[in-house]
């Protein structure tokens, strides 16, 4: 009587759970539809069928950058510079982001340096990404300097290599199976815990996104709703994200791989750290100082170069380097990209443009 009455509760539980996870996936499948987007072009389509499987290149200079690759010859001081939106220049003129004020400042006032620089920053690649593009394309060319851009005291689009940055276009490429053997992969190098494996997993839900939960279960302290701009103009956002493990992780492999290929391949690295333009933080109160430390700690550790920029945009308001169009915490303007580049210039100056 008594194992009756236990399988009963047994079979109830199991058809209880049954019924939650029936209603969680049609729920999801439901949200999708809702949620869906449409296929992005293809127009560059074999630039994205990379061996890496690398999220982006859809962008015309994405494309004249990799064509610069042919012009790299032993007797130039080449420059390559990877990061995601902020080094791509999203927001500015092709010809007022850093890398391209940069040149034109070289070649206007050292005409005796022969040198070539190749931006091959990516909008939404995070450092893995970014360290999985430059492996492919430049693993074997002569280079001398890898500018690495690093955003707000924080990473780059952190976790992105394993998530949904982007997914559509590398699943209108790609199969599933060739993206989770990615992904896999990815978090194997990183030597990921099942914590971060699991919650890569569930990263994917459209479900937990709109709904708030992702943040509310795994990122306590960020914001659960609004809008884009509300979290990048969260200080708590920033912080979660610094604290997390998970994402660390990605960090340190970036940047001891980017260490073990500047070696083998004898090219010095130099680390620039945009801080993120807060709407109510004032420099003199700036909210993520004690992140810089575990980030330039990072960079010096693998014996990297570092500019930290907070301390040249500190002597502007920040109204002066914020973009006018979008509340965008993120991009700096034209002005702000200029700033950047003077910091560069006098880098390789001091250095006497040589490694």
């Known amino acids: 009587m008594k194992k009756?009455?236990?399988?009963?509760?047994?079979?109830?539980?199991?058809?209880?759970?049954?019924?939650?996870?029936f209603f969680l996936i049609v729920t999801e499948l439901l949200f999708r539809a809702i949620y869906s987007k449409p296929t992005p072009s293809l127009e560059f389509g074999d630039f994205y069928k990379s061996k890496n499987l690398i999220v982006g290149l859809e962008e015309k200079e994405n494309i004249?950058?990799?064509?610069?690759?042919?012009?790299?010859?032993?007797d130039t001081y080449n420059i390559v510079i990877v990061g995601d939106s902020v080094a791509f220049g999203l927001g500015?003129?092709?010809?007022?982001?850093f890398?391209?004020?940069?040149?034109?400042?070289?070649?206007?006032?050292h005409t005796d340096f022969d040198f070539l620089i190749i931006n091959i920053a990516t909008?939404?690649?995070?450092?893995?990404?970014?360290?999985?593009?430059?492996?492919?394309?430049?693993?074997n060319k002569k280079v001398d300097l890898v500018i690495l851009v690093i955003i707000g005291y924080v990473f780059n689009d952190p976790g992105e290599a394993t998530s949904s940055s982007g997914i559509e276009r590398l699943?209108?490429?790609?199969s599933v199976k060739e993206l989770r053997k990615r992904e896999k992969a990815?978090?194997?190098?990183?030597?990921?815990?099942?914590?971060?494996?699991l919650r890569n997993i569930f990263r994917r839900s459209v479900l937990l996104e709109k709904t708030g939960l992702m943040n509310l279960l795994f990122f306590k302290g960020a914001?659960?709703?609004?809008?884009?701009y509300d979290y990048m103009d969260s200080k708590k956002h920033f912080i979660v994200k610094q604290e997390d493990g998970c994402f660390w992780q990605e960090i340190t492999y970036s940047f001891s791989e980017f260490e073990r290929l500047s070696k083998r391949n004898d090219f010095d690295v130099l680390v620039v750290i945009f801080p993120i333009l807060f709407n109510d933080y004032s420099w003199n109160d700036y909210p993520l100082i004690e992140i810089y430390e575990k980030v330039n700690g990072e960079a010096l550790k693998n014996n990297f170069f570092t500019i930290d920029m907070l301390d040249t945009f500190n002597n502007y308001p920040v109204s002066k380097i914020k973009r006018k169009d979008l509340m965008d915490t993120i991009h700096p303007n034209a002005f702000g990209h200029e700033l950047v580049a003077k910091e560069i210039l006098k880098f390789l100056k001091e250095r006497e443009f040589k490694k």
């Not at 909008?123 to 693993?139: A, D, G, M, N, P």
């Open 186 to 197: 990815i978090l194997d190098k990183i030597n990921a815990s099942n914590f971060c494996k």
């Open 64 to 74: 004249e950058a990799l064509m610069q690759i042919d012009n790299l010859r032993n």
């Open 99 to 109: 890398s391209n004020v940069l040149e034109r400042m070289i070649r206007e006032n």
């Open 223 to 228: 914001p659960i709703f609004g809008s884009f």
């Open 92 to 97: 500015v003129d092709k010809s007022e982001r």
């Open 171 to 174: 699943e209108a490429l790609h």
């Open 4 to 21: 009756k009455k236990e399988r009963k509760i047994f079979l109830k539980l199991g058809l209880v759970i049954v019924s939650i996870l």
């Open 123 to 139: 909008t939404s690649h995070s450092t893995i990404q970014e360290l999985e593009y430059f492996k492919e394309y430049f693993s």
